[in-house]
């Protein structure tokens, strides 16, 4: 029959085998969440570079739409006066 020393050994090397084996599923589970976390930062930063150069600032978008207003206005009045003669 077993003595009580050696129940008491297996039982605590159960014990830590259980613990390492947990760590290690922590672990190996917070490198995936940072290696993710630097993937997402990675595709953050690709996208505000494409933001520049793909996209149209709003000021710029002003200024076109007023130059496209101005045309147009221009465009009316002449077929205006036209009309009119």
């Known amino acids: 029959m077993m003595d009580s020393q050696l129940a008491l050994n297996l039982l605590f090397g159960g014990f830590c085998t259980l613990a390492v084996w947990v760590l290690k599923v922590i672990w190996d589970g917070q490198a995936k969440i940072q290696e993710s976390h630097a993937d997402m ?45």
Not at 52 to 81: G, P, W
């Open 41 to 85: 930062r990675e595709k953050l930063h690709d996208f505000q570079t494409q933001m520049h150069s793909d996209f149209v600032r709003r000021e710029d978008f002003k200024d076109f739409a007023q130059e496209m207003k101005d045309m147009l206005s221009k465009i009316y009045d002449k077929l205006d006066n036209k009309a009119d003669k």
